[in-house]
């Protein structure tokens, strides 16, 4: 039994897999059904103990608001911060906790943080370890996405020790997948970039490999973009082909299966029938869906990459990388032939599939924890932090402190002075994010430090923020008259209210939310219907020239549509965001014409 | 801070080539691979200081000559381009938040010939900063020459206005980034 050992786990929005290093190579391990993708789902049967896995999976139509799936996306968010969207297309009840936390409420009487729903999943993976390798397990490298916040990050830290883990690193996905690219490579001098678009969330990064030492240069991402959205537009799409009109929770549940594995199968066949026999009752519906058909759904979502891996390369050749010499695909949406086309199309390279998409990161993480237990000695490794990181200043502003893309464990310290006679103590609230406005970057929280009360700026706090090699935000305070320090706690920025006051707030606004959940939805799609309309008409006056008779009457009757449905007095939401969407669609063409034209008059 | 250039063992220098302070880091990284964060972070601090000639340059004065007074103000030369700044990124702020709210590629299609004009303002102003920069960057050898002599105030001088340069490049790159994005 080896005590030191450490074993890697990739937690993924929909998948999670463990491995370990063993005899210097990495390797996944299976679990007593001979499975390594472990889905990420739990589900809790009522009066027994929560299934994990691929059980629970199978009960996501059955027991749809028990079952909980892709808890990811809501790891270490606040539940404001979640649209009216993101909790209505999802099949299990999101609320409010009592510091504003997202929780899950499963019964009247049960609500499970998504920090104990990853455990349970972490719990399982530890269990798998431990039967394959024979031996207790406590320590872990978990993977996380590159671009997760700090609070993201604390959450999927805190997940790991509820699973009786401790967690020995942090590893951003896409590093942990150039780790597995890299180690049997270790002679080449590179550049390359992983393109890690997964479950929920898409990663880029670029890397520099150069006798053994791996070192991130940039990262960019987006933890809200992933193969779930796929399948919700393709389950979208297979109700409005079929005229299912509303549907429950199971049906959605239904479908949402049944999308995905339609949006599987068009990876390696050109169209799919798509059968859903008794579906309500005695009916039987079936529809065939093209991979072309597919692809005009999937395209606006995966176009969203584009601009994320041209920022990364435009700030990695800042850094000193011009050019990247391999584009390496990980995360099971990779192996849609449009992400890969796209990719050839936007950067001329040929993306490298040597990769195997759902395990490379498992693999690095494995890689990972055997640098760190010391069974893997020729590698060492460097990453970035992918946001940048202040404090809020006068008039709102965000004053960065640590800049994005900023080789960690990184360190930079701010000196505060007291504004006024005799204050004794001064709270700054510290953010993470890439905007000028303090209010649209993430708030991590406030710190309070303390002053030796004094006449107006005779006290001195020098405030040190640094980022370790987790990604994770600490804040120390030195005291410039003693030299003492302490480490500061980052506190919810809600916790200064009145705890009563506080939960009377947060009940009433879930009471809000829920009442008036169609109404919220009914506005975001009223907005968006204000925002299309003249959109048509300024795009239609530009370049309306260009299309044929056929395609403007489809547009015009698309937005004739959306005026219908904006006029009921019911507030159908679900009918103006069908009409919303098949207007989007049908000016697809017409966007890409204007986007174009953009670019002619401005031509050579 | 401790000195940047004796965390990477490398002379006090203005004319430290950038393949020099990266194989020095990496040989750091590799010896202190497993150190304290502190350490780490020292380290990768400095060659982020002296990778850059602004920052470097600000490193070498504060090595060489302390006690100094920092230059502050804008040159008149540059009072020109200072004034033209403001406007171009403030529209382009504009048409940014314009941008983000559009939820969808038509309302985002609309902005299309915007954008394409702002890339082309904030690119002119790009083209502008950066041999304004690259002049006083390459200016380095006489710095070090006047410093042999006991001289720094026209590396002093240089610092103040690489400073505004550096800080508008950066303005205008991340606008330009953001742009990519639209």
Redo the contacts between chains.
């Keep these: 039994m080896d005590d030191d050992l450490i074993i890697g786990i990739d937690l993924g929005t929909t998948h999670s897999l463990v491995g370990v290093v063993d005899s210097g190579f990495p390797l996944v391990l299976a679990d007593s059904a001979g499975e390594r993708l472990l889905p990420s789902c739990v589900t809790w049967p009522a009066g027994r103990a929560p299934l994990v896995g691929a059980g629970a999976m199978r009960a996501r139509a059955l027991a749809p608001e028990r079952t909980v799936a892709s808890i990811k996306r809501f790891m270490g968010r606040p539940f404001a911060d979640l649209t009216a969207e993101e909790v209505e297309t999802t099949p299990y009840r999101l609320v409010a906790g009592s510091r504003g936390e997202t929780l899950v409420q499963l019964d009247d009487e049960t609500l499970v943080s998504p920090e104990e729903v990853s455990a349970l999943i972490l719990g399982r993976l530890r269990e798998t370890a431990e039967q394959a390798l024979e031996q207790p397990v406590r320590r872990a490298v978990v993977t996380v996405p590159a671009y997760f916040n700090h609070s993201q990050r604390e959450a999927t830290r805190k997940a790991a020790e509820l699973a009786g883990l401790s967690v020995e690193r942090l590893l951003n996905e896409p590093t942990a997948a150039a780790l597995a690219y890299g180690l049997d490579r270790l002679g080449e001098d590179a550049s390359v970039a992983v393109y890690d678009l997964g479950g929920g969330t898409f990663d880029l990064s670029v890397l520099r490999m150069?006798?053994g030492?791996f070192e991130v240069v940039a990262t960019a991402g987006d933890t809200r973009l992933g193969g779930d959205d796929l399948d919700l537009a393709l389950a979208r799409h297979l109700a409005e082909s079929l005229g299912l009109g509303p549907l429950s929770e199971s049906e959605e549940a239904i479908l949402r299966v049944r999308a995905r594995e339609t949006k599987e199968t068009l990876s390696t066949e050109e169209k799919v029938a798509v059968r859903l026999p008794f579906f309500r009752g005695g009916e039987s519906h079936e529809i065939e869906v093209t991979r072309e058909r597919f692809e005009r759904l999937a395209r606006?979502i995966l176009d969203r990459t584009g601009?994320?891996c041209?920022?990364a390369f435009?700030?990695a050749a800042?850094k000193?990388v011009a050019s990247v010499e391999r584009l390496i695909l990980v995360g099971g949406s990779t192996r849609i032939p449009l992400v890969r086309e796209s990719l050839r199309e936007w950067f001329g390279l040929d993306p490298d599939l040597s990769q195997h998409p759902d395990e490379a990161v498992a693999l690095g993480a494995a890689i990972q924890a055997g640098m760190l237990c010391g069974r893997v000695r020729q590698i060492?490794l460097?990453d970035v932090t992918p946001l940048s990181l202040g404090i809020e200043t006068f008039g709102g502003l965000m004053n960065v402190i640590i800049p994005r893309n900023?080789?960690?464990?990184?360190?930079a310290g701010e000196l505060f002075t007291n504004a006024v006679d005799g204050q004794e103590s001064m709270a700054i609230r510290v953010l993470q994010g890439?905007r000028?406005l303090a209010k649209d970057n993430w708030l991590l929280g406030e710190v309070v430090f303390p002053f030796s009360a004094g006449p107006k700026g005779s006290a001195r706090v020098g405030v040190q923020f640094?980022i370790?090699?987790d990604g994770l935000l600490e804040v120390l305070a030195r005291d410039t008259a003693t030299g003492e320090d302490h480490v500061l706690e980052i506190r919810d920025a809600a916790v200064d209210v009145e705890d009563e006051a506080v939960e009377r707030m947060i009940g009433e606004s879930i009471d809000f939310a829920f009442e008036d959940m169609n109404e919220r939805v009914w506005t975001e799609a009223r907005?968006?219907s204000e925002?299309?309309l003249p959109?048509?008409e300024?795009?239609l006056g530009a370049v309306g020239g260009r299309l044929s008779g056929e395609e403007r009457d489809l547009v015009a009757a698309a937005a004739a549509g959306v005026r219908i449905a904006l006029a009921d007095e019911g507030h159908d939401a679900k009918a103006l965001k069908s009409a919303?969407a098949a207007l989007?669609e049908a000016?697809?063409a017409?966007?890409?014409l204007?986007?174009e034209?953009?670019?002619e008059?401005?031509g050579p | 801070m401790t000195d940047p250039f004796a965390l990477l063992d490398l002379p006090v220098s203005l004319l430290l080539d950038p393949s020099t302070v990266e194989e020095s880091w990496r040989q750091r990284v590799r010896e202190t691979s497993g150190a304290d964060e502190a350490e780490a972070s020292e380290i990768h601090s400095a060659r982020a200081l002296l990778s850059d000639p602004v920052a470097r340059l600000g490193a070498w004065l504060e090595a060489k000559d302390p006690v100094a007074v920092p230059e502050r103000g804008i040159a008149t030369e540059l009072m020109d381009l200072f004034a033209r700044i403001g406007p171009v990124l403030a529209s382009t702020d504009a048409l940014l938040a314009r941008h983000r709210k559009a939820t969808t590629a038509l309302a985002r299609a609309v902005l299309a010939k915007e954008s394409v004009a702002a890339q082309l303002a904030v690119q002119g102003l790009l083209q502008e900063i950066q041999p304004l920069k690259a002049a006083l960057t390459g200016r380095f050898a006489e710095f070090e020459a006047a410093a042999a002599g006991g001289s720094y105030g026209e590396a002093r001088r240089a610092l103040g206005q690489l400073k505004f340069l550096k800080r508008w490049e950066a303005q205008c790159r991340e606008r330009l980034l953001a742009l990519l994005a639209t």
């Design positions: 150069r006798e030492l606006p601009p994320i041209r920022r435009a700030e800042e000193g060492l460097v900023s080789t960690i464990p990184v360190k890439e000028e640094s370790n090699r907005l968006k925002e299309l959109a048509v300024a795009a919303n989007d000016t697809q017409l966007a890409a204007l986007v034209a953009a670019f008059d401005a």
